[in-house]
């Protein structure tokens, strides 16, 4: 049976090169953003995207990940796709995992849809045979027929993400990982991925959603975090948290300039409440 149990993980990103900060005498700037690391001489070094991130999901859980722009939604996903490994804390994954976190990665432009399945499907460690029969339903769930022939460089932005997600669902993943870009799609695409999300989750399976799309989230999600500076503000049941954000979003958008807060003060008031 699949789980993903993340215990307290962070994850730091060094910084090699950073441009000037156009601050005065090398001062910090007096709000800047405490995820920055620096060095002694004040040199920025690093940055600390994710701290202390603790969930536990298991067969069936639906997750969604919820937070403003750059508050660790896409890096979190990409830590529990094992594309950046943990700096702090530890990541148990038990479970095949695959990802679609974003349009173009994985994708080869030059090669038609068919090639680009039959690349994707290789990858995934099925054997041509496999593959072959699978390509019925991904043609028939994508809704490209005869596009498939055709190179992915002529696919609209919709037909890539209907290429990936029916051709990644089709492998039956124990764990899948979704960002964004699936919220961008049509109506009915997306009430068709919603059932076929439904699908994978009752074949004992578990989906991490990530999106600014709140009714997406609502409709596919059991439960959610909120990420605010790269913590969790709230974990728990989606329509509370999805609730909880949108009213702390309300509250900053109305603040007066000299009472926005910091992602992290809002996180502190958030637990305060
Ligand atoms: N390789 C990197 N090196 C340094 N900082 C990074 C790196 N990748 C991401 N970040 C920073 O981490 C933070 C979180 O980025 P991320 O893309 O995960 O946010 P997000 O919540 O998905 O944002 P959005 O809603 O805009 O897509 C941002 O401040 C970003 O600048």
């Given at each position: 049976m699949p789980s993903l149990i993340a215990e307290k993980l962070g994850l730091t990103l060094p910084i090699f090169k950073s441009g000037r900060s156009g601050m005065k005498g090398g001062k910090p700037p007096v709000?800047?953003?405490?995820?920055f690391l620096t060095s002694g001489s004040g040199k920025l070094t690093g940055f600390k995207v994710l701290t202390n991130i603790s969930f536990e999901l298991r067969t069936g859980d639906r997750l969604g990940i919820v937070g403003r722009n750059g508050s660790g939604k896409s890096t979190l996903l990409s830590v529990l796709g094992g594309i950046y490994e943990p700096t702090e804390g530890e990541l148990k994954v038990d479970g095949k995992v695959r990802g679609i976190?974003?349009?173009?990665?994985?994708?080869?432009?030059?090669?038609t849809g068919y090639r680009n399945i039959q690349m994707l499907g290789l990858v995934a460690g099925l054997t041509l045979d496999e593959i072959e029969h699978k390509i019925p339903e991904i043609a028939e769930f994508s809704e490209l027929d005869e596009f498939l022939?055709?190179?992915?460089?002529?696919?609209?932005s919709g037909m890539r993400m209907r290429l990936l997600f029916a051709t990644f669902t089709a492998f039956r993943p124990e764990i899948l990982l979704l960002d964004?870009?699936?919220?961008?799609?049509?109506v009915n695409f997306r009430q068709k991925a919603g059932r076929k999300m439904q699908e994978i989750v009752e074949d004992a399976g578990i989906v991490v959603l990530a999106s600014h799309n709140h009714k997406l989230l609502q409709e596919n999600c059991n439960v959610s975090v909120w990420l605010e500076g790269g913590q969790i503000a709230m974990y728990g049941d989606t329509q509370e948290v999805i609730a909880a954000y949108e009213d702390q979003q309300a509250k900053i958008k109305n603040a007066k300039p000299e009472e926005q807060q910091s992602p992290l003060k809002a996180i502190e008031q958030s637990h305060a409440e």
């Open positions: 709000h800047r953003d405490p995820r976190f974003n349009l173009s990665l994985g994708l080869n432009n030059d090669a022939m055709m190179p992915v460089s002529v696919y609209s964004e870009w699936l919220g961008t799609g049509d």
